[in-house]
């Protein structure tokens, strides 16, 4: 089997040889749909001659071959569609009108028309469907188009971005018009494009090869044309190049492999989702020994066990969903359908009758849920130690603390109980944790994860989280969960996000911009933060970053309106004032000092709209900060967090602490950015000797989690390097 590594090459291709990484490459196949293909379609009549239109559904087989080698490795696909909503408020009259207008034309029937497989290019009509030979697997992407390219009216660029693709292949109908329009909009955006041409056809033969001309021509203006068969060649050469790596341990003492890994074991008939949960639930148990608090409620192995033998039964001789099999553990703030919701707040529970989107995402991309997860008490902390259900600790040391409030999340995580976690973040819960656990920790910019069936904590902040041993395996559960609620009043309009220019190179090649905090603001760190942070500066340097200054005091500025301003009370009035009035005594007495002495001093009217402006302020500079074409930097990199208390220390402390622990985190969620945790070193405790980790966070802009998680990956890659050396 070819490596998602390899580099392939088209050395016959248009002008001259096409290489492409598999990894970042996706096969784009434009409207295979009956419609356009299929006698009785739109595209019969847009052609007007049954022996040519049928050349266009000879091409389907040809396709099919490069599509399985795409799924044979799992790589990227992407599916099109063109077709208009049922009440075409989508349909220009342009568009609708001006072929069936010429008088002199043979198009009879137009767009929303009555055809013999449905209204024609109507989305839910047979007729607009992808054919039986090509119909999308699960996991591969489907693009409903408006239009002749696949770029207005859809989420094509952010679902190209959000996979790391900077190469594509193209197959499908019509090569006059849909392919080499899309093929021409992503020329622009920077995109490596290469047309098969005997994998595309269209409705004139001399417009078909004036089109690929087109592409190829002036030295590549557009991009490449290459043949199926050479990529079959490159392809099946780089897989007799590969030395068969050796069968792994089916499950051992390691825990569970990446998630591509255990899907890929799955297929194989390796293991079953009925050995992973057998497994998991031995590892809970025997981890209960070293941390009795990770959980605050474990599913019962009988329910697991049934949830495995049914996604078994149900996907029996079908292609796998792409979490199938992969168990997950949920913050105790995140519904989840019949399982009480404490929040880690007895006084609080109640038990949901509906998933939160979210968790349904996960069980619906074939996730098996395994327990709600303990965290502080109302999601308030950055510690792990303000739970009635016990104190959890670091996964390297008993004596440190595990982070919060996503303390269990990231234990069990950090443990290898489970592939990852659903976790959350309002103020750094989601990569404090994550950080002193050794785990990548990513809050996705808030709105476009939904955040329905989630207790809030400070409804305007909080974001619904992903906690992963990588960047990989969490860029694949964020695309899964990354999907827009329109009954979620906090969501982001999918077309309202920010988009930006591909290069092909990938950032260490093709470099990247950063910046860093100033000196006088890392001084609160410890001193092997400081060192840490400053030798990962330099290894980024060293793998492409060019280091830019900026105005750093913005952030600085926004982190203390988090718990020195309105925000608070915001995060009292989300648990409930009247809760808080009449329970206050029985919260846990940190959780209790923290909202009493709030309670008694409430911000005037002034006070909350002086905040409110100030932060409106602050967010436009901040993203300013990330505005690349007008002097900004790609990702703000700063250390996760000051220091790795212990247990000892925090209980000393915890509110001072707390505040100093959030150093890095608290503005992030005040002026809409996303952010990554990566581990990036491990140092030995000054005080215990304790190996334990240290993180750094990748920032970003608001809607900009595609470049943060691929520049964390970039990080990531170049410490593990550092490492093996």
């Not at 054919?131 to 239009?147: A, M, Q, R």
């Not at 079908?318 to 989840?336: M, Q």
């Not at 280091?547 to 925000?567: K, M, Q, R, S, W």
């Not at 250390?639 to 000393?652: D, K, N």
């Given at each position: 089997?070819?490596?998602?590594?390899?580099?392939?090459?088209?050395?016959?291709?248009?002008?001259?040889?096409?290489?492409?990484?598999?990894?970042?490459?996706?096969?784009?196949?434009?409207?295979?749909?009956?419609?356009?293909?299929?006698?009785?379609?739109?595209?019969?009549?847009?052609?007007?001659?049954?022996?040519?239109?049928?050349?266009?559904?000879?091409?389907?087989?040809?396709?099919?071959?490069?599509?399985?080698?795409?799924?044979?490795?799992?790589?990227?696909?992407?599916?099109?569609?063109?077709?208009?909503?049922?009440?075409?408020?989508?349909?220009?009259?342009?568009?609708?009108?001006?072929?069936?207008?010429?008088?002199?034309?043979?198009?009879?029937?137009?767009?929303?028309?009555?055809?013999?497989?449905?209204?024609?290019?109507?989305?839910?009509?047979?007729?607009?469907?992808?054919?039986?030979?090509?119909?999308?697997?699960?996991?591969?992407?489907?693009?409903?188009?408006?239009?002749?390219?696949?770029?207005?009216?859809?989420?094509?660029?952010?679902?190209?971005?959000?996979?790391?693709?900077?190469?594509?292949?193209?197959?499908?109908?019509?090569?006059?018009?849909?392919?080499?329009?899309?093929?021409?909009?992503?020329?622009?955006?920077?995109?490596?494009?290469?047309?098969?041409?005997?994998?595309?056809?269209?409705?004139?033969?001399?417009?078909?090869?004036?089109?690929?001309?087109?592409?190829?021509?002036?030295?590549?203006?557009?991009?490449?044309?290459?043949?199926?068969?050479?990529?079959?060649?490159?392809?099946?050469?780089?897989?007799?190049?590969?030395?068969?790596?050796?069968?792994?341990?089916?499950?051992?003492?390691?825990?569970?492999?990446?998630?591509?890994?255990?899907?890929?074991?799955?297929?194989?008939?390796?293991?079953?989702?009925?050995?992973?949960?057998?497994?998991?639930?031995?590892?809970?148990?025997?981890?209960?020994?070293?941390?009795?608090?990770?959980?605050?409620?474990?599913?019962?192995?009988?329910?697991?066990?049934?949830?495995?033998?049914?996604?078994?039964?149900?996907?029996?001789?079908?292609?796998?969903?792409?979490?199938?099999?992969?168990?997950?553990?949920?913050?105790?703030?995140?519904?989840?359908?019949?399982?009480?919701?404490?929040?880690?707040?007895?006084?609080?529970?109640?038990?949901?009758?509906?998933?939160?989107?979210?968790?349904?995402?996960?069980?619906?991309?074939?996730?098996?849920?395994?327990?709600?997860?303990?965290?502080?008490?109302?999601?308030?902390?950055?510690?792990?130690?303000?739970?009635?259900?016990?104190?959890?600790?670091?996964?390297?040391?008993?004596?440190?603390?595990?982070?919060?409030?996503?303390?269990?999340?990231?234990?069990?995580?950090?443990?290898?109980?489970?592939?990852?976690?659903?976790?959350?973040?309002?103020?750094?819960?989601?990569?404090?944790?994550?950080?002193?656990?050794?785990?990548?920790?990513?809050?996705?910019?808030?709105?476009?994860?939904?955040?329905?069936?989630?207790?809030?904590?400070?409804?305007?902040?909080?974001?619904?989280?992903?906690?992963?041993?990588?960047?990989?395996?969490?860029?694949?559960?964020?695309?899964?969960?990354?999907?827009?609620?329109?009954?979620?009043?906090?969501?982001?309009?999918?077309?309202?996000?920010?988009?930006?220019?591909?290069?092909?190179?990938?950032?260490?090649?093709?470099?990247?911009?950063?910046?860093?905090?100033?000196?006088?603001?890392?001084?609160?760190?410890?001193?092997?933060?400081?060192?840490?942070?400053?030798?990962?500066?330099?290894?980024?340097?060293?793998?492409?970053?060019?280091?830019?200054?900026?105005?750093?005091?913005?952030?600085?500025?926004?982190?203390?309106?988090?718990?020195?301003?309105?925000?608070?009370?915001?995060?009292?009035?989300?648990?409930?004032?009247?809760?808080?009035?009449?329970?206050?005594?029985?919260?846990?007495?940190?959780?209790?000092?923290?909202?009493?002495?709030?309670?008694?001093?409430?911000?005037?009217?002034?006070?909350?709209?002086?905040?409110?402006?100030?932060?409106?302020q602050l967010t436009r500079k901040a993203q300013q900060t990330f505005d690349t074409l007008r002097g900004g930097v790609d990702v703000l990199i700063v250390p996760t967090t000051t220091q790795h208390p212990t247990i000892a220390q925090m209980e000393a402390e915890p509110l001072k602490?707390?505040?100093?622990?959030?150093?890095?985190?608290?503005?992030?969620?005040?002026?809409?950015?996303?952010?990554?945790n990566v581990p990036v070193g491990m140092y030995a405790d000054e005080v215990t000797g304790t190996e334990l980790p240290f993180g750094i966070t990748v920032l970003g802009g608001s809607g900009y989690d595609a470049k943060v998680l691929e520049i964390a990956g970039l990080a990531e890659?170049?410490?593990?390097?550092?490492?093996?050396?």
């Amino acid at each position: 089997m070819a490596s998602q590594n390899s580099i392939l090459s088209l050395p016959n291709a248009r002008p001259y040889a096409f290489e492409f990484p598999l990894a970042r490459t996706a096969l784009v196949i434009i409207d295979i749909q009956r419609d356009f293909v299929d006698p009785g379609g739109f595209g019969s009549i847009q052609c007007g001659n049954d022996e040519i239109f049928s050349e266009a559904r000879a091409i389907v087989p040809t396709v099919k071959k490069v599509l399985d080698i795409f799924r044979s490795f799992g790589g990227h696909v992407i599916h099109t569609r063109e077709g208009h909503q049922p009440d075409l408020a989508d349909l220009p009259a342009a568009k609708k009108l001006r072929q069936i207008s010429n008088p002199h034309g043979h198009h009879t029937m137009g767009i929303g028309d009555q055809g013999p497989m449905g209204r024609l290019l109507v989305r839910g009509e047979y007729g607009h469907d992808i054919v039986d030979e090509l119909t999308p697997w699960p996991g591969e992407t489907v693009i409903d188009k408006p239009g002749k390219g696949s770029f207005w009216g859809t989420s094509i660029h952010r679902q190209l971005l959000a996979r790391g693709i900077t190469h594509l292949l193209f197959a499908g109908v019509t090569t006059e018009c849909c392919v080499t329009t899309t093929l021409r909009e992503c020329n622009d955006r920077g995109y490596q494009c290469c047309v098969l041409e005997d994998c595309t056809q269209g409705f004139d033969a001399q417009q078909v090869t004036t089109s690929l001309d087109i592409v190829c021509g002036q030295d590549g203006l557009f991009g490449f044309v290459g043949t199926s068969s050479d990529f079959i060649a490159s392809f099946n050469e780089s897989t007799t190049e590969l030395t068969p790596p050796a069968t792994p341990p089916l499950l051992g003492d390691d825990g569970l492999p990446p998630i591509d890994e255990l899907i890929s074991r799955y297929k194989k008939g390796i293991t079953t989702p009925v050995d992973v949960v057998n497994f998991v639930f031995g590892k809970i148990e025997k981890y209960k020994d070293v941390d009795p608090a990770v959980w605050i409620q474990v599913e019962s192995r009988d329910n697991a066990i049934a949830a495995a033998e049914k996604l078994i039964q149900q996907y029996s001789g079908k292609p796998l969903p792409p979490l199938y099999g992969v168990p997950f553990s949920v913050k105790d703030t995140i519904d989840v359908a019949g399982i009480p919701t404490t929040a880690a707040c007895p006084q609080y529970a109640y038990t949901p009758s509906e998933n939160a989107p979210a968790v349904q995402h996960v069980l619906d991309a074939g996730g098996i849920f395994i327990g709600k997860a303990n965290l502080d008490q109302l999601a308030t902390g950055l510690s792990g130690c303000r739970s009635p259900y016990g104190i959890t600790h670091s996964v390297f040391s008993t004596q440190h603390i595990s982070g919060g409030s996503s303390s269990g999340s990231s234990v069990s995580v950090g443990a290898k109980l489970v592939s990852f976690g659903l976790a959350t973040d309002t103020a750094g819960s989601g990569r404090v944790p994550a950080a002193f656990n050794g785990i990548v920790g990513f809050k996705p910019t808030k709105g476009t994860v939904s955040a329905k069936g989630l207790v809030p904590a400070c409804r305007t902040l909080d974001t619904i989280t992903v906690v992963a041993p990588s960047v990989t395996d969490t860029r694949k559960v964020w695309q899964i969960i990354a999907q827009h609620d329109p009954d979620d009043p906090f969501s982001k309009l999918p077309h309202s996000l920010v988009t930006w220019k591909v290069d092909f190179r990938g950032p260490r090649l093709g470099g990247f911009t950063f910046a860093v905090p100033p000196a006088s603001s890392l001084a609160v760190c410890t001193r092997v933060y400081r060192e840490l942070f400053d030798r990962a500066v330099q290894t980024l340097r060293a793998s492409g970053g060019r280091l830019v200054p900026i105005d750093y005091n913005i952030f600085e500025v926004a982190g203390d309106l988090l718990y020195e301003g309105a925000l608070l009370h915001e995060r009292m009035t989300c648990i409930g004032l009247e809760f808080l009035q009449t329970r206050l005594e029985e919260l846990h007495p940190v959780i209790k000092a923290l909202f009493g002495q709030a309670l008694s001093n409430p911000p005037s009217a002034y006070d909350v709209f002086r905040d409110q402006a100030l932060q409106i302020q602050l967010t436009r500079k901040a993203q300013q900060t990330f505005d690349t074409l007008r002097g900004g930097v790609d990702v703000l990199i700063v250390p996760t967090t000051t220091q790795h208390p212990t247990i000892a220390q925090m209980e000393a402390e915890p509110l001072k602490l707390n505040s100093k622990l959030g150093t890095f985190t608290h503005y992030a969620n005040v002026v809409d950015l996303c952010g990554a945790n990566v581990p990036v070193g491990m140092y030995a405790d000054e005080v215990t000797g304790t190996e334990l980790p240290f993180g750094i966070t990748v920032l970003g802009g608001s809607g900009y989690d595609a470049k943060v998680l691929e520049i964390a990956g970039l990080a990531e890659m170049a410490f593990q390097e550092a490492f093996a050396k």
